[in-house]
């Protein structure tokens, strides 16, 4: 079945330092990839979105580039502020007719100033 | 713009009782979701709707129940809570659906079962 993998559960970093949050996916299908961020006391919301066709997704600074060899989905940013500590979830869904995302566990980010 | 009001925020309930979350949307999306986030584990899906009294049972739907009476609105029910649950449940909605189109979620109900 399909599945999202994020391994770095929490990431702490000093403002102005490079960020890079691991994601790998499975699936058998055509992916979607999404990178969502929740900030305290708010729901989830839409950072950034990649399909097969365009293969590289960019909002506020963080990047994220679709993988196929390796099934990866990493988001990168150059140099985090305080106002980036949020959990981040790397999310996949797919285009072949299935309703359901499938969320990664989350990575909890904090940005020391 | 549009938002998504869930109500209450916060809801303490018994062991046993059946609570019921409710959630609002203006964005005229056709599709609607419950999620469950558990700290650790990501979001898991409860049910999902893709237009008025549609019903479709996501993988954590066993002991909730769901209602979509009109396409603005998409309730929630605990038909039996558990105690010492400890959960938030997240409301959200798409213009669609498929796996592809973008999520806009409310800011969650916090459940404590006592």
């Known amino acids: 079945g399909n599945s999202v993998t994020q391994m770095q559960g929490q990431v702490t970093l000093s403002e102005e330092e490079f960020l890079f949050i691991n994601c790998t996916y499975s699936?058998?299908?055509?992916?979607?990839l999404f990178w969502y961020v929740q900030y305290p006391g708010e729901g989830p919301q839409l950072l950034l979105k990649?399909?097969?066709?365009?293969n590289k997704g960019s909002s506020r600074g963080f990047e994220a580039t679709y993988d196929k060899g390796t099934t990866s989905f990493h988001l990168q940013k150059a140099s985090v502020q305080e106002s980036d500590s949020a959990v981040y979830y790397c999310v996949l869904g797919e285009t072949s007719g299935s309703w359901q995302l499938i969320f990664g566990s989350g990575t909890q980010l904090t940005v020391m100033p | 713009g549009g938002i998504i009001t869930q109500t209450p925020k916060f809801l303490i309930g018994q062991e046993g009782q059946k609570l019921t979350l409710k959630c609002q949307q203006n964005?005229?999306?056709?599709?609607m979701y419950w999620y469950r986030q558990d700290s650790g584990k990501g979001l898991r899906l409860i049910y999902y709707s893709i237009t008025e009294n549609d019903l479709q049972k996501g993988d954590l739907s066993e002991g909730y129940d769901a209602s979509r009476e009109k396409k603005s609105s998409f309730s929630l029910t605990v038909t039996s809570a558990q105690k010492n649950e400890m959960a938030v449940f997240l409301c959200a909605s798409s213009i669609a659906g498929q796996g592809a189109e973008t999520l806009y979620f409310g800011s969650g109900t916090r459940l404590t079962v006592l």
């Open positions: 964005f005229n999306h056709d599709t």
């Open positions: 990649v399909t097969t066709a365009n």
């Open positions: 699936t058998t299908g055509y992916p979607t």
